[in-house]
């Protein structure tokens, strides 16, 4: 398995403002993915984020909105701005378990996730 | 294109009854399967996988068989207790590499002494 930690853990935050948070893997990966549960809703994909290169965004969702960063292969931020009360959801980050280049692409491993309320 | 269809739920149990939580899927090629559990106020755990037709994962008393011919994956377990009270999600994989999975829609089960 991996050993996956985000930062902060749950936060509440105004309407306009922006919120960055943190995933920290305890090993390299290639890829590390982004994803958004809205409340009572299942998972849906924000983003996939490669070190080194532009992260790709999914059908709805857009880099102004959601920037990524992966500036090395254990650590990745997103930030959620200009956020809305629809913006409210957990946010949890994931990586393939293998990810390192040419590895297995098997089974995916979950952050904690960030559970997100704006007002 | 590749979904994953699970039962609806909220799923209701005593303690000590059988639990199956059907899940279907449709996928170009051959995916790995998986499910996860998502506890009260926690995030998501891998709970098992299969990777290959007729293969069986299993963990904690749960089981799910891979299906090709049915392409379903259902989850079981023979005797559920208070403490499985979760929602749980059923996932695949198209096995290349960057890319995401793919959940259903989960179903919550809670589970009463």
């Known amino acids: 398995s991996a050993v996956i930690s985000q930062k902060p853990s749950r936060d509440i935050c105004q309407r306009g403002t922006s919120l960055t948070i943190q995933c920290q893997v305890d090993s390299q990966v290639t890829m590390m993915f982004w994803y958004r549960q809205q409340p009572g809703q299942s998972l849906t994909l924000i983003a996939t984020?490669?070190?080194?290169?532009?992260?790709?965004?999914e059908s709805g969702f857009v880099i102004d909105k959601f920037p990524i960063s992966r500036p090395n292969l254990t650590f990745s931020t997103l930030t959620v701005s200009n956020m809305s009360p629809e913006d409210s959801s957990i946010y949890l980050c994931s990586v393939e378990r293998g990810g390192l280049a040419g590895g297995s692409t098997d089974t995916q491993y979950f952050g904690p996730g960030t559970r997100l309320t704006v007002l | 294109g590749n979904s994953v269809t699970q039962m609806e739920g909220p799923v209701t149990l005593s303690e000590e009854a059988f639990l199956t939580i059907n899940c279907t899927y449709t996928a170009t090629g051959y995916p790995s399967l998986f499910w996860y559990v998502q506890y009260p106020g926690e995030g998501l755990q891998l709970l098992l996988k299969a990777t290959k037709a007729d293969d069986k994962g299993s963990n904690k008393g749960f089981e799910a068989t891979y299906r090709k011919e049915t392409t379903s994956f259902h989850l079981e377990k023979g005797s559920v207790q208070v403490s499985d009270s979760a929602v749980y999600f059923c996932?695949?994989?198209?096995?290349?590499?960057?890319?995401?999975?793919?959940f259903g829609k989960g179903t919550t089960l809670s589970v009463s002494s």
């Open positions: 984020a490669n070190q080194g290169s532009e992260a790709t965004y």
């Open positions: 996932a695949l994989s198209v096995n290349q590499a960057g890319t995401a999975l793919i």
